[in-house]
């Protein structure tokens, strides 16, 4: 029995679908009855599911926000994961942990690797990476999985974003000066349960354990981003916005985002076998779904 959590968002949602796609055994568990927030509620709902494996798609991930709210931006991605770690720790049972590009500052000018020093820019990487580095420090059978710029046809995301403000405004302004890969929530959710699958069918491998890189394949901007977005959507019919390049500099957020996130995956290959598609290949499905989902009338 697998136990996720965070089933609210676009990869928990991702992930249960697919589960039952799949018809793996899983309990899914979100706020309120699940809450980083409330530590007993981790306990209790982690005793009722009474699992084999963990998978943790729960976070706090509003980015701005975490700079005037710490608490619980450390609660949602240090002190929750870790309290989830522990009790998979007790039970001798593996623990697979989503975390972020943003525990990088940006600067290094190349894909980083899973052993870069990291060095967060704003309140929500560094929660994430004060989780991760407890996580690992537990000595649990923890795999951790980085990823960056998710998105899915369920939840708030930039590709949801853009479509609405596109059907609003007839020119966006979009930052072109940050660099990473998007990848689309049910294709890490495959990533994610096919490494689960593994662990159960084969068991726990000390050598499993770590962090890994876990992203689509190739890299692109924000703005290039919106510009397949658009592309996508233009396919079926719905009107592109001009779209105006611009800098970091001239959007100014209350946290300060890594200017080159990319993230190299080789690790997860070598040691999974598991390589995310290309950005641009899983963009139209989930555009399509998005359009669909949110037409007016």
């Known amino acids: 029995m697998i136990l996720i ?75 929750g994961p870790l309290r989830l770690a522990e009790l998979c720790l007790a039970a001798d049972i593996p623990y697979l942990h989503v975390s972020t590009d943003y525990v990088f ?38 795999i951790i999985l980085r990823t960056a710029w998710v998105y899915a046809a369920h939840g708030k995301n930039f590709a949801r974003t853009m479509l609405g403000a596109g059907r609003r405004m007839p020119k966006l302004r979009v930052v072109a000066d940050q660099r990473g890969t998007p990848p689309a929530a049910p294709a890490l959710a495959r990533a994610m349960l096919d490494i689960a699958g593994r662990l159960q069918d084969s068991g726990w491998v000390s050598e499993y354990g770590g962090i890994y890189h876990a992203t689509g394949s190739g890299e692109t901007t924000w703005h290039g981003f919106a510009t397949a977005i658009f592309a996508a959507a233009a396919e079926l019919g719905q009107a592109a916005p001009e779209l105006e390049a611009i800098t970091t500099a001239d959007w100014p957020t209350p946290a300060r985002r890594p200017a080159d996130s990319r993230l190299d995956c080789t690790k997860l290959a070598e040691v999974f076998g598991l390589t995310l598609p290309q950005w641009q290949e899983s963009l139209p499905p989930i555009v399509a779904q998005l359009l669909r989902m949110d037409a007016p009338g």
């Open 105 to 142: 500052d940006g600067a290094k000018g190349a894909p980083y690797v899973e052993t870069d020093p990291t060095n967060p820019t704003g309140v929500y990487g560094a929660s994430k990476r004060d989780g991760e580095e407890a996580i690992m420090a537990l000595g649990a059978k923890a």
């Open 5 to 79: 959590t965070g089933a609210s968002g676009q990869l928990g949602n991702a992930l249960t679908t697919l589960a039952r796609e799949r018809r793996v055994p899983f309990v899914a568990v979100s706020r309120p009855e699940f809450d980083f927030e409330n530590p007993a509620s981790i306990d209790a709902c982690f005793a009722a599911a009474a699992p084999s494996l963990v998978i943790n798609a729960a976070a706090y991930t509003a980015v701005d926000a975490a700079e005037s709210n710490p608490a619980p931006a450390s609660a949602g991605n240090h002190t």
